[in-house]
Structure formats: C-alpha cells, structure tokens
C-alpha cells in the first residue's frame, strides 16, 4: 500500500511564490491520483507488499510493467519533490554542500545556470534533480516519470517541470518557475542533509 503523506507545510506556506492553488492541486488531485492508481496495479501483484522504492526499481526492469511504474514513480516523485521546498527556502546552500557545489560545478551561479537550463531544456513533462552520481554533485533532467533510482544516482534535491507544477501561477513561463523554485523556496537543508547521508536519501521522501 503505497500512502499519499500530507504536505510538509500548510498550502499557503509557499505564497506568492507557489500559491495553495497549484499547492491544492498538485498534492490534492495530480499526487493523490498518481497514488491511487499505482494501489490499483499493484494490487495481488508481486509489487503489493514491496516499499515504493523497490516497486520502483523492479518495475523500471519491466516494460509489461510500464504503467506501475509511472504511477509508483510518480508517487515518488512528488513526496521528494514536497521536501525539495520550504517557506523562507532560497538563498544559498551551506556548508559542505556549499563546498561541493564549488568543486563539482566551478561556483554556485554555475550551478544554478546548469540547473535552470537543464529544467528549461526538459522537452515536454519531467524532472530536475541535482544528483550525487559517483561521488560527484550533478544536474539530471528526467522525462515524465523517470527518477534517479534507475539512473543509479542519489537525488538530493528536486523540482517538478510538468506544467501542472507551475501553470496556474506562471502559465507557460517555466524558467519564471524555476527561477523562483531555485531562489526562494529551494530547501538546500534538505539536500544538504541527503549529501551527508545518501543512505537515506531514497527513503527522505
Ligand atoms: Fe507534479
């Protein structure tokens, strides 16, 4: 049984950045959806009992088993996505992320450029993750529902590219979204604390 966890914050915690409209939406309707209809699938199946980062990885090896993993992903996905955001998010990273992202992207602000332009690049719905990929920070785009666990890699932090993520308060200006996702409600505590310990990452969410 795949479970739809409250958001992390009230709806209106994110305003004016991320209003409790799309909040409402996205958690309410789009992320609550996703979880039942992955519950649906995996129901008597060899996934019903599995945790949902298991269910993940072995749907992922199985192209008859493509709808299961959109959905339980998906599920993922937004539950990752929740803790990627906090009121008074933004700013700077600190500490040993902050040094990391120095050595492993030459600066923040290049960081940041790599970043928005890997979420602006994302053709069509999907996912920018920054990642620890072999010991290294890195920037993921996925499509649709794919996520770091089959890529191997460890997400520290996320932001949701799908339009119904950001089109109620910014239409179709996705880097206007991201750019703000980044500046101000980014939750670099979050991925701070996924870098220090990557063994939890994949069940932070
Ligand atoms: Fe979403």
Request: proline residues 6%; charged residues 20%; aromatic residues 12%.
């Amino acid at each position: 049984m795949i479970e739809l966890p409250p958001l992390p914050y009230p709806k209106d915690a994110l305003a004016p950045h991320i209003s409790a409209d799309t909040l409402s939406f996205h958690h309410d309707k789009h992320h609550k959806t996703y979880v039942e209809t992955a519950n649906k699938l995996i129901v008597g199946t060899e996934y019903e009992k599995l945790p949902l980062e298991q269910i993940i990885t072995r749907a992922a090896k199985n192209a008859e088993h493509k709808k299961i993993f959109n959905n339980a992903a998906q599920a993922w996905n937004h539950n990752f996505y929740w803790h990627s955001m906090a009121p008074n998010g933004g700013g700077q990273p600190q500490g040993d992320l902050a040094k990391k992202i120095e050595a492993d992207f030459g600066g923040f602000d290049k960081f940041r450029e790599t970043f928005l332009a890997a979420g602006a690049g994302q053709f069509g719905s999907g996912w920018v993750w920054l990642t620890l990929a072999n010991g290294k920070l890195k920037v993921l785009a996925t499509a649709n529902a794919d996520n770091p666990l089959t890529h191997g890699e460890v997400p520290l932090i996320v932001s949701d590219v799908w339009e119904h993520a950001y089109y109620l308060d910014y239409q179709n200006r996705r880097p206007d979204y991201l750019a703000t996702f980044f500046d101000k409600v980014a939750n670099w505590k979050f991925a701070a604390e996924n870098l220090a310990h990557p063994e939890n990452a994949t069940k932070a969410a």
